[in-house]
């Protein structure tokens, strides 16, 4: 089975901090997602990458970066987080033969 | 920009009924996903839909894709209590296999 590893599942930090989540896929998978989850509105893509070094802003880029040193791990980075990024953040991974994402198991990631 | 629309958002059934999910979106596209979310959970792949017409069965799930109409639909037949989940739809918008998802129907399926 595909596996995309998500390396924290709850996740408490402080106003201002600066947040790394990590996701790791053990299938060789060419693109890498990142989402977050929010009640009412759904999966909002941050950014994704389909190469190593390679990103794209996805729909709600502001306050966060990414880093894709490795095919297998994807990184996203919040620079100073703020209470407004208190959510579930979702990591899938996918080929480009179209056959859907596999997802993590999520970062539900709490700032106070 | 591709909008994905589901209905209804909410939906709270009696085992043993049947009923429809709807997914709407607004460009062509011929690649519909669907997974399903338990609470506290992350997502899980229901089914791939890769052409107009597909029609996929998995239990008392069934999904169809309609590509000309921009429809999906994910057909609930003799509910029963496992069911009850959160339930995504998600359009491959034909950019690097990058998925738009709409908001979720919230199954809930009563004894």
């Known amino acids: 089975d595909v596996k995309v590893t998500q390396s924290s599942r709850y996740l408490v930090k402080r106003t201002g901090e600066k947040v790394f989540l990590e996701c790791v896929q053990d299938m060789d998978h060419e693109n890498m997602f990142w989402y977050r989850q929010d009640p009412g509105l759904g999966l909002r893509l941050i950014y994704f990458?389909?190469?190593?070094?390679?990103?794209e802003k996805g729909d709600i880029p502001e306050g966060y970066s990414v880093s894709r040193e490795k095919k297998e791990r994807f990184s996203l980075i919040l620079e100073s987080a703020s209470t407004n990024q208190t959510s579930m953040y979702l990591c899938?991974?996918?080929?480009?033969?179209?056959?859907?994402?596999?997802f993590g198991s999520g970062t539900r990631l709490t700032v106070v | 920009e591709l909008k994905v629309e589901q209905n209804p958002l909410f939906l709270s059934m009696q085992e043993g009924k049947n009923y429809t999910i709807y997914c709407n979106y607004s460009t062509t596209s011929d690649r519909l996903y669907w997974y399903r979310q338990d609470p506290g959970k992350s997502l899980e792949s229901l089914f791939v839909?890769?052409?107009?017409?597909a029609v996929k069965q998995e239990g008392r799930l069934m999904a169809s894709l309609d590509t000309k109409a921009r429809l999906s639909t994910l057909h609930i037949t003799a509910a029963v209590h496992d069911l009850s989940a959160t339930y995504f739809c998600a359009v491959d918008g034909g950019s690097n296999y990058k998925l738009t998802f709409g908001k979720g129907t919230l199954l809930t399926v009563n004894p």
């Open positions: 990458s389909y190469d190593v070094k390679m990103k």
């Open positions: 839909l890769l052409s107009n017409g």
């Open positions: 899938a991974s996918s080929l480009v033969d179209g056959a859907g994402y596999t």
